[in-house]
């Protein structure tokens, strides 16, 4: 099972990302994924979660109505568009199987996301 992270980078308050995670390893499309994200000091928090077939979505409350999370089964890839950014959201962002828990305990290197002027 691997899953690699990318996308992240350095914006402004106020600006987009979109991260993305590809899947290997695995039959990718019968499993929900979850992204998750860990600030420096803190303990990691889960953020957003798909079902496996991308119909039913749900994220912690102070992401909900920022960010989005999708999928494309075809390219064993899940995204997170994430807008409207705010400094609290840095962090280093990954993503892994399951809905609201994660399923594996190996995770990979992330992507670093930082919100800063």
């Known amino acids: 099972v691997q899953l690699v992270e990318s996308g992240g980078g350095l914006v402004q308050p106020g600006g987009s990302l979109r991260l993305s995670c590809v899947a290997s390893g695995f039959t990718f499309s019968v499993f929900a994924v979850s992204w998750y994200r860990q600030a420096r000091g803190k303990e990691r928090e889960w953020v957003a979660g798909?079902?496996?077939?991308?119909?039913?979505?749900k994220y912690v409350d102070d992401v909900n109505g920022r960010f989005t999370i999708s999928r494309d089964n075809s390219k064993d890839t899940v995204y997170l568009q994430m807008n409207s950014l705010k400094p609290e959201d840095t962090a280093v962002y990954y993503c892994q199987t399951g809905y609201s828990s994660p399923l594996n305990q190996d995770w990979g290197q992330g992507t670093q996301v930082v919100v800063s002027t």
């Open positions: 798909i079902s496996n077939s991308g119909a039913h979505t």
